[in-house]
């Protein structure tokens, strides 16, 4: 029996990147510095930059960096949020930890992203903001989310979690709206050693106040201005991340290059992800669609057996996640994330993904549409 593929090759990526991780770590070590100090700042300038925004405030994590945006931004019990039916769990529980009412949206089955009409129609004079999520590494429609929340006077802030990298019209995801935040989880396209988040805005003040909070509300010398948390991204994570900065826009190009050889030999046999017109997707998941829940597990049996692992991102909408049971939200229609819960399945990508894995991946989905 052949090795499994990875689902997400990291062992690849560490190998790739191994001596000049080891040489950034062993910097920090020997400068006995762990929070705060030129890592950090370094990572910020060096990821604002790669934005195109003015600042950048490094979190321990993207749940943290959602949850200290929406703190900043004054936002909390008695109003209301838009969000995605169909996401990670992540971009609501900030909502819930704020006080705040999430009020869930429907997606567009091409792009996996907010539907913008779909939340016109959620509108109510309690809505304070709206999170589109650039789902699996395709931008949502930020340009037309950004120019609505201005004319509504609600703020727009990204889930950019999964998009580093992305784009729509040349600006980067990130750089849209009143804010957003990103992930270095280690699967991410810009993956860390561990957990990591920032936040991006143009908006100054909106990032001194992420700032204080994510160290305790500190304004002085143990002085609290305000209460807030310790949510910061330590050094050697930092140091890390610039390390993996270095490659990043190969892998954009490695991980478009993988998408592209999907869709070449799938493209004719299933339901392939497609990109908008001047966008471009960092290719966080690979996501196909198919006709039914019953053909999808047999399709994923089928895979599994010949060592290849597929993941369902996501099995059912999120407001039907029983931790969400007991709690205080608004359902508008969702029958697009109903519908495509029982559809999707994603095949394994990442930048290091190897040649011939892929070509078992290919093969193996190609063997089951031809005997399905
Ligand atoms: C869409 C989305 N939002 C939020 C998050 C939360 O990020 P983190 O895992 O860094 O807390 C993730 C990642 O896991 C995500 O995929």
Redesign the pocket.
Not at 61 to 64: A, K, L, R, W
């Given at each position: 029996m052949e090795h499994p593929v990875p689902f997400v090759d990291l062992q690849s990526l560490l190998r790739r990147q191994m001596g000049e991780l080891r040489e950034a770590l062993d910097e920090v070590l020997q400068s006995g510095r762990f929070i705060g100090g030129p890592k950090v700042d370094e990572l910020e300038q060096a990821l604002a930059d790669l934005v195109g925004v003015p600042h950048a405030v490094a979190c321990a994590?993207?749940?943290?960096a959602?949850h200290l945006l929406l703190m900043a931004a004054g936002i909390g019990p008695g109003d209301e949020v838009l969000v995605p039916d169909f996401?990670?769990a992540?971009?609501v529980e900030a909502v819930l930890l704020v006080g705040a009412t999430p009020v869930f949206v429907d997606i567009e089955a091409e792009t996996f992203s907010m539907d913008l009409a779909a939340a016109q129609r959620a509108m109510s004079d309690k809505v304070k903001a709206v999170v589109p999520?650039s789902?699996f590494g395709h931008p949502a429609h930020l340009a037309a989310f950004e120019a609505w929340c201005e004319n509504e006077g609600i703020l727009m802030l990204e889930?950019a979690?999964?998009s580093m990298g992305a784009s729509e019209g040349g600006r980067r995801s990130g750089s849209f709206g009143n804010a957003a935040f990103t992930?270095?989880?280690p699967a991410?396209p810009l993956g860390g050693l561990g957990?990591?988040?920032m936040v991006f805005t143009r908006d100054g003040e909106l990032a001194e106040r992420v700032r204080r909070l994510r160290h305790h509300g500190e304004t002085g010398h143990h002085l609290h201005g305000e209460m807030g948390t310790n949510a910061r991204l330590n050094a050697l994570q930092c140091a890390a991340l610039l390390v993996r900065l270095r490659s990043f826009p190969q892998e954009l190009q490695w991980r478009q290059e993988a998408a592209e050889r999907y869709e070449a030999a799938l493209g004719g046999h299933f339901v392939t992800p497609k990109v908008r017109e001047g966008a471009a997707s960092s290719w966080a998941q690979y996501t196909l669609r198919l006709p039914d829940a019953q053909q999808r597990d047999a399709f994923r049996d089928s895979l599994q057996q010949r060592g290849v692992p597929t993941v369902v991102h996501y099995p059912r909408p999120l407001h039907t996640q029983p931790g969400l049971q007991g709690r205080s939200y608004r359902l508008t229609p969702t029958p697009v994330s109903e519908r495509v819960c029982g559809e999707v399945v994603s095949l394994p990508i990442s930048a290091d993904i190897q040649g011939s894995d892929q070509r078992r991946v290919i093969e193996a989905a190609l063997e089951w549409a031809g005997s399905a």
């Open positions: 994590s993207g749940t943290v959602e996401t990670f992540a971009t999520v789902l889930d979690c999964q992930s270095f989880y991410k957990d990591g988040g």
